[in-house]
């Protein structure tokens, strides 16, 4: 009983820490929204200019789950050991600022080029009344915020030129497997030979690993002193991989998650994405099974949905990814413990967050 007790305590504790961490990083964009609302580029620009900045601001970046811009914090403390100066901290959650601000850029893309609905529990931004198709402007802007933050806290900073070329180079990279997704699924039509496994391994690489985990990864060991290649590039190799595997939990959510859990209406089927699900299917579909996700991939049309998610239940895709999940779990967790270049809490702090999410 006594042990049910202290694990309880210990539980509890454990939230109250991460509910603190939570607002001490909110705090942050807080004040960094005001720096960029009193940008001295800034001068001369009407008040409606700057309201309109701010409830853009306050709308697309901080929600969700933040685990991409906290992350980077938990990376530079289980770098350091837990000894980290409060400057640093503060420099750890402006970096993280960065990549929130770059992950709302792609969103209010992403939810233009899907017709998506719904984003974080609430309307697109671009579906808001006042902003229909401004929002692709207002999208350049907020990529534009991430180099002007850079340029106000790291110009000094001997890491400055690195982190400026990782924003550079993930954005690079992600636009690129944005468009391998958009081209692999145009419409107009299906085309079921192009959903195969090596796109869609190259997909979720270059649009959602490299921005999901490796960038928070590689911004925290910046900030650690962390520049031999070597040490890089297993920082990418394990970011990669557990990339994708935040990536297939991201597709089977789409189809299995409820909206008011995930914050989002999901739209793989009906936008004819090549998801790991449909990738899956398609590989051990029966000929009939095969016929009934041709017939209805897709279509924006909810009994065409529910025909497609038939079939992924009568091939038990469920329980496939459940197995995949596990699987990559444990290797996951062998090689991080099998290396000799970092603390394993550097990369099993965020295993630990996305391992069985279901949002």
């Given at each position: 009983m006594a042990a049910v007790?202290?694990?309880?305590?210990?539980?509890?504790?454990?939230?109250?820490?991460?509910?603190?961490?939570?607002?001490?990083?909110?705090a942050v964009f807080e004040k960094l929204r005001d720096e960029l609302l009193e940008d001295s580029i800034l001068a001369g620009q009407p008040e409606s200019s700057k309201d309109w900045l701010r409830k853009m601001l306050d709308y697309n970046v901080p929600h969700g789950k933040l685990n991409r811009g906290m992350a980077v914090l938990d990376v530079l403390l289980a770098a350091r050991g837990g000894d980290v100066t409060e400057?640093?901290?503060?420099?750890?959650?402006?970096?993280?600022?960065?990549?929130?601000?770059?992950?709302?850029?792609?969103l209010v893309a992403d939810d233009i080029m899907d017709s998506s609905?719904?984003?974080?529990?609430?309307?697109?931004w671009y579906r808001q009344p006042h902003v229909g198709m401004v929002a692709i402007n207002d999208g350049i802007i907020l990529e534009s915020c991430i180099y002007r933050l850079l340029k106000l806290h790291f110009r000094a900073h001997p890491a400055y030129v690195h982190l400026l070329e990782l924003f550079h180079d993930t954005t690079h990279r992600t636009a690129h497997g944005q468009l391998l997704d958009t081209t692999t699924a145009p419409p107009g039509g299906v085309d079921l030979a192009r959903y195969t496994e090596a796109t869609y391994l190259r997909i979720v690489t270059y649009k959602t690993a490299f921005y999901t985990i490796y960038l928070p990864v590689a911004c925290g060991l910046a900030?650690?002193?962390?520049?031999?290649?070597?040490?890089?590039?297993l920082a990418e190799d394990l970011s990669v991989r557990?990339?994708?595997?935040?990536?297939?939990?991201?597709?089977?959510?789409?189809?299995?998650?409820?909206p008011e859990v995930i914050g989002k209406v999901g739209t793989d089927i009906q936008d004819s994405k090549c998801s790991w699900l449909v990738v899956r299917a398609l590989a051990v579909a029966s000929a009939e099974q095969r016929e009934?996700?041709?017939?209805?991939?897709?279509?924006?049309?909810?009994?065409?949905?529910?025909?497609?998610?038939a079939v992924y239940r009568e091939l038990d895709?469920?329980?496939?990814?459940?197995?995949?999940?596990?699987?990559?779990?444990?290797?996951l967790v062998q090689a991080i413990e099998g290396q000799d270049k970092f603390p394993p809490a550097v990369f099993m702090g965020i295993l630990a967050k996305i391992y069985k999410r279901t949002k």
């Amino acid at each position: 009983m006594a042990a049910v007790v202290e694990a309880g305590h210990a539980a509890s504790k454990q939230k109250t820490e991460a509910h603190q961490t939570k607002q001490e990083f909110l705090a942050v964009f807080e004040k960094l929204r005001d720096e960029l609302l009193e940008d001295s580029i800034l001068a001369g620009q009407p008040e409606s200019s700057k309201d309109w900045l701010r409830k853009m601001l306050d709308y697309n970046v901080p929600h969700g789950k933040l685990n991409r811009g906290m992350a980077v914090l938990d990376v530079l403390l289980a770098a350091r050991g837990g000894d980290v100066t409060e400057k640093e901290r503060e420099a750890a959650n402006v970096l993280g600022w960065c990549i929130e601000l770059l992950q709302a850029y792609f969103l209010v893309a992403d939810d233009i080029m899907d017709s998506s609905l719904t984003r974080r529990g609430q309307p697109c931004w671009y579906r808001q009344p006042h902003v229909g198709m401004v929002a692709i402007n207002d999208g350049i802007i907020l990529e534009s915020c991430i180099y002007r933050l850079l340029k106000l806290h790291f110009r000094a900073h001997p890491a400055y030129v690195h982190l400026l070329e990782l924003f550079h180079d993930t954005t690079h990279r992600t636009a690129h497997g944005q468009l391998l997704d958009t081209t692999t699924a145009p419409p107009g039509g299906v085309d079921l030979a192009r959903y195969t496994e090596a796109t869609y391994l190259r997909i979720v690489t270059y649009k959602t690993a490299f921005y999901t985990i490796y960038l928070p990864v590689a911004c925290g060991l910046a900030l650690a002193g962390v520049t031999d290649e070597a040490s890089l590039a297993l920082a990418e190799d394990l970011s990669v991989r557990m990339g994708c595997y935040f990536q297939i939990q991201d597709d089977v959510l789409d189809a299995f998650g409820e909206p008011e859990v995930i914050g989002k209406v999901g739209t793989d089927i009906q936008d004819s994405k090549c998801s790991w699900l449909v990738v899956r299917a398609l590989a051990v579909a029966s000929a009939e099974q095969r016929e009934a996700i041709k017939a209805n991939y897709g279509r924006d049309d909810a009994e065409a949905v529910e025909a497609v998610k038939a079939v992924y239940r009568e091939l038990d895709l469920p329980a496939a990814f459940a197995a995949y999940e596990q699987e990559s779990y444990d290797g996951l967790v062998q090689a991080i413990e099998g290396q000799d270049k970092f603390p394993p809490a550097v990369f099993m702090g965020i295993l630990a967050k996305i391992y069985k999410r279901t949002k």
